[in-house]
């Protein structure tokens, strides 16, 4: 079991910026890929950005690329995303998700990935 606690969310203006953390435990994190997603009020979950279980590879999905990074410190057991230029169409909950992987590509489905955090409220403002 990898238990997964976001925090970090809230409310910022258009063009600020956030960082979000996760932390995990239970397991040896750096076994497991991390991915953050993202779920607005009426749309389903959409895939942001994930990372590999050593931070070698990142991925994201088009609309976050140059203004959001994803990292981890596998010693903390935390991957952050650090969200700058933030829009209000990024206003939405934030859920990190982990799994293993033979080979992390970036998976874009939620149901890839095995274990979930609770979400973190994140609302931009125009």
């Known amino acids: 079991q990898v238990q997964l606690v976001e925090s970090g969310g809230g409310l910022v203006q258009a063009g600020g910026s956030l960082r979000l953390s996760c932390a995990a435990s239970?397991?040896?994190?750096?076994?497991?890929?991390m991915g953050w997603f993202r779920q607005a009020p009426g749309k389903e979950r959409e895939f942001v950005a994930g990372?590999?279980?050593?931070?070698?590879?990142?991925y994201y999905v088009e609309l976050v690329k140059g203004r959001f990074t994803i990292s981890r410190d596998n010693a903390q057991n935390t991957v952050y995303l650090q969200m700058n230029s933030l829009k209000p169409e990024d206003t939405a909950v934030y859920y990190c998700?982990?799994?293993?992987?033979?080979?992390?590509?970036?998976?874009?489905?939620?149901?890839?990935?095995?274990?979930w955090g609770q979400g973190t409220q994140v609302t931009v403002s125009s």
């Open positions: 990372i590999s279980g050593n931070g070698g590879r990142t």
């Open positions: 998700a982990a799994n293993r992987f033979s080979y992390y590509r970036g998976e874009y489905d939620p149901k890839l990935y095995n274990y």
């Open positions: 239970g397991r040896t994190f750096s076994n497991y890929a």
